[in-house]
């Protein structure tokens, strides 16, 4: 069977501009479809099943990160392996740098047919038949999906990381009152519409500070992401379970009435040792 590709660009020239370049590289490749929204991209993917996903990081409403990280959740891995992504990304050259570090792909706008050479000669050899036993296949991908995901949230920013939050500056449910809450006592953050929620044992607080962007300012051996809308202190895990359904989720010491939503993504942290 031919390989297969799914491409999420939401500037139609772009999308055609790629797909006439991958026809060049990789003829055999089936384009099974091209969408213009993350939404539509998770959507399609799901019924389709391609073996390529090719996802442009800005589109709009649902942006790329977010649809990986949806898509990351939603995939039946029991029909078929999880796809290789390529991010197609306009970033500037350091940015793209950052990716290329990490053994990472992407396509840089506007497609430049050398680099695509390359990520096709990767994606070939990640497709080839028998590379790995279909477990650790899952693995390896789910892995790769984490290390792309981190690169292409924090490539736009660069530079070096500053130390570690000691202090959060949220304002109480009202919105009147600014508190200054202690970074030991947050328990966990959640992504809520335009707003982060900041839970305390007994206390919720709210910030604008987007989660992607508060995330490289957390101490990560403090805090973990365990889902894409949030960040657990990892000292305050008391334990954690699967459900019927085989999804995971966490409670928390000073807040055991609730239950935390564990992405795919993100279940390796939990591992019994």
Known sequence: MPPTALIAEDE??????????????????QVLATVGDGRRAVDEALRLKPQVLFFDIRMPGQDGLAAAAELADAWPAHEAPMPQLVFVTAYDEYAARAFEAQALDYVLKPVQPQRLQRTVARLRQALAP?????GDALDAALAQWRRLLSAAGGAPSGGASAAPLKVIAASDAGGTTVRMVPIEEVLYFEAADKYVRVLTADREHLIRTPLKQLLPQLDPTAFWQVHRAVVVRAGAVESVRRDDAGKMHLRLRGRPDEKIPVSRLYAHLFRAM
């Open 12 to 29: 139609p020239l772009l999308a055609q501009a790629l797909q006439a370049e991958l026809a060049q590289a990789w003829p055999e490749l």
């Open 130 to 134: 028998g590379t790995a036993p279909a």
